[in-house]
């Protein structure tokens, strides 16, 4: 496909060494190949823990899942970088978080038994440990993106509490989401994305991938670019086969 405009984005994969459990990698590898697929360039950073993050660069940042004590590593790097991501938040650049990295986008999260961890408050949300780890299948629907169906699968102790000014990603109809009271799944706010739901997350939710590629466009263009439509008849058989499925 042309690019006439030699598009691209730059990723910043934070700690993937750490937080990359359940193929979360395979988010970034999604938005690589959608951009690729249509002649946009896409450089990827890792960024592991002592490493510097330059955020006039990146258009997009990405954290995987990790266990707690994965989780304890990350939260003390990340009150390094706490100022400069939240600016970079209020530059439009895009995060997409999965469950434990995104808990650690939050205030913080107390796991049982342990110190808690703090988070570098991108968002206005908490973590708690809950009684009982929810596993299973998760179809939800996104306001925000068509169609608005979005499936994946949680595997999590943490309830994830939303503050006023942040909204769900989603609303759960099949598995718990957030904190399996509220019916809410994940958190958004300006271009901050987080979920329970890995899988991983995009491949099966392509019209999700192409709305965060199209917000990392923005942020570097400064301006609205169409996305040249995709053949997604296997990512749409993957999602179709997970809806509404528990386990
Ligand atoms: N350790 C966190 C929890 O259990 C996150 C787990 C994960 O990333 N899947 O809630």
Redesign the pocket.
């Known amino acids: 496909m042309e690019n006439s405009k030699n598009l691209k984005i730059n990723i910043a994969h934070l700690y993937p060494k750490l937080?990359n459990?359940?193929g979360?990698w395979g988010n970034v590898l999604t938005i690589k190949k959608r951009c690729e697929w249509r002649n946009i360039e896409v450089e990827i950073d890792s960024i592991e823990i002592g490493d510097a993050i330059d955020i006039k660069k990146y258009d997009f940042y990405f954290l995987?899942?990790?266990?707690?004590q994965?989780?304890i590593e990350v939260s003390k790097e990340l009150q390094k970088h706490k100022s400069p991501l939240q600016e970079a938040r209020d530059e439009n650049a895009v995060f997409l978080a999965?469950?434990?990295?995104?808990?650690l986008l939050g205030h913080y999260?107390q796991?049982h038994n342990a110190e808690k961890l703090l988070g570098i408050s991108l968002i206005n949300a908490h973590?708690v440990?809950?009684e009982k780890?929810f596993i299973g299948n998760v179809t939800a629907n996104c306001n925000f993106v068509t169609p608005q169906s979005i499936v994946g699968f949680?595997?999590?102790?943490?309830?994830t509490y939303l503050g006023e000014d942040v909204e769900p990603l989603a609303i759960v109809s099949t598995g718990n989401g957030n904190n399996g009271q509220d019916k809410t799944e994940g958190a958004k706010y300006k271009n901050v994305f987080g979920t329970?739901l890995?899988g991983s997350f995009l491949p099966k939710n392509p019209q999700f991938a192409d709305y965060l590629i199209s917000k990392a466009l923005k942020k570097r263009y400064k301006e609205e670019i169409e996305l040249q439509t995709l053949d997604d008849y296997f990512e749409i058989s993957a999602h179709n086969s997970l809806v509404n499925k528990k386990y």
Do not use: M
């Open positions: 937080l459990i359940y979360d995987g899942g990790g266990q707690d994965q989780q999965i469950c434990g990295g995104y808990q999260y796991p973590t440990a809950g780890r949680e595997n999590h102790s943490g309830l329970y890995h």
